[in-house]
């Protein structure tokens, strides 16, 4: 009888481990077998471990700069170029109203264009007490324009009010008149960029879209501005003479605004459009009235002086849109903005 421990291994006998020309084939193939054993799961291993690191890795970075993000905008309330194309790329919001976002982006334009125009025309802001109130003052007045568009935006679409690639082409190219002369497509990019701080595109959106909507809206459901505007041409001599008349004769309680520039105003200033329709027409001469274009309300504007290097001066009767405004300001009342940055 023989035992088990006896028993011969079934293994293939390869001629005491001399590899022959007839041993070829099996040597490579235990060898083959071997080496599958002792690296194939060591490779798998590996493998899951490195896609498994490259995630964490990825989650991390994309965690570190949402993080940064986050608090360059809502903490640090960043306001420079950068800040501005990473709102432009992630339409992050700055405010809400019922419901709507308000993007970052839109009022980071708003405040951007208005302190470039006023270095530009008064030179930097200081970085005093002085400074911060007012750069707090365009703050302000860029974020609440921010909402206002949101919210015209939102009631367009209710009345059906569209703003076509056509209409923003017309205004685009209104602004490119001045006087008889048509400027150049490049010059004019230049301008707006060196007055505004914005491209092309940003310009368009935010002074000429935007606003388009907030005009066409604004106009639709304000009876009363339009009533007063029109009382107010019918009152004015076709020359101009009787405006500071007219001026004086208005009621205490009139809504109308009597302005006067701040002496000669270059053509690109952020007056509502005053100083280009000024600019566009004689000395003495009223225009018609016309919408401004932040949308905010009428404009009648009378040339007073003009200056040779191109600037104005001008007066003019400004009658408000009140109902855009009031609606928004009741839904400020009823809680149902929400600002996420602290002015």
């Known amino acids: 009888m023989k035992l088990p421990w006896g028993r011969k291994s079934k293994k293939k006998d390869l001629g005491g481990g001399v590899v022959t020309n007839n ?36 989650v991390l970075l994309v965690a570190s700069a949402t993080t940064l993000g986050w608090y360059s905008l809502y903490v640090a309330r960043m306001e420079n170029n950068a800040a501005f194309l990473l709102t432009r790329a992630v339409p992050v919001p700055v405010a809400t109203i019922n419901g709507h976002r ?3 982006s839109d009022y980071l334009a708003q405040f951007i264009a208005s302190v470039n125009v006023v270095e530009r025309q008064e030179g930097a802001i200081p970085r005093d007490e002085d400074g911060d109130r007012q750069r707090a003052y365009y703050r302000r007045g860029a974020l609440d324009n921010a909402i206002i568009d949101t919210y015209a935006r939102r009631l367009a679409r209710e009345l059906g009010i569209r703003v076509t690639r056509q209409d923003i082409q017309e205004a685009l190219e209104r602004r490119r008149l001045v006087g008889e002369i048509v400027i150049g497509e490049a010059d004019f990019e ?7 701080g914005l ?44 405006f500071e008349e007219v001026a004086e004769n208005l009621p205490d309680d009139s809504i109308v605004v009597v302005e006067q520039s701040p002496g000669p105003v270059d053509i690109m200033a952020l007056d509502g459009g005053r100083a280009i329709v000024a600019h566009n027409q004689e000395v003495g001469q009223v225009s018609d009235p016309f919408i401004s274009r932040s949308g905010s309300g009428f404009f009648i504007v009378k040339t007073t002086d003009k200056t040779r290097d191109g600037r104005v001066e001008y007066l003019s009767f400004f009658v408000p849109f009140t109902e855009l405004e009031s609606r928004v300001q009741r839904h400020r009342d009823e809680g149902r903005i929400r600002e996420f940055i602290n002015l």
């Open 23 to 58: 041993t070829l084939d099996e040597h490579r193939e235990v060898l083959l077998k071997s080496a599958n054993r002792k690296f194939k799961y060591q490779v798998q291993y590996e493998r899951h471990r490195v896609i498994i690191n490259t995630i964490i890795i990825l």
């Open 102 to 104: 308000v993007r970052y």
């Open 190 to 196: 230049r301008i707006i960029r060196d007055n505004y």
């Open 199 to 242: 491209s092309l595109s940003e310009y368009i959106r935010a002074f000429i879209e935007l606003p388009l909507f907030r005009q066409r809206v604004a106009e639709a459901i304000d009876d009363r501005a339009r009533a007063i505007i029109s009382d107010l041409q019918s009152q004015l001599n076709d020359d101009g003479s009787n």
